[in-house]
């Protein structure tokens, strides 16, 4: 994932089926937030098609927007 050197993240946490990051520069604009919201997705689709995370690519990146910790879970 291109993610973490374009936003500074750092893995703070790690479970058997989570993932707990810091991010030090989060997407500003929606076109960040979408092509980031796509590789979370490709990576980690339960993260946002269950759970309590919206249940689309636009919704979900909107959340990203400025948003210094990104949480992933599987099942």
Known sequence: MAGPRRYGA???????SELFLSVAA???TMDEALHIAAE???LCPDDIWQGHKPYTLTGYAERL???SAWESWWD
């Open 10 to 16: 750092r893995v703070v946490g790690v479970s058997r």
């Open 26 to 28: 989060p997407p500003a």
């Open 40 to 42: 979370h997705i490709a």
């Open 65 to 67: 927007i400025g948003f």
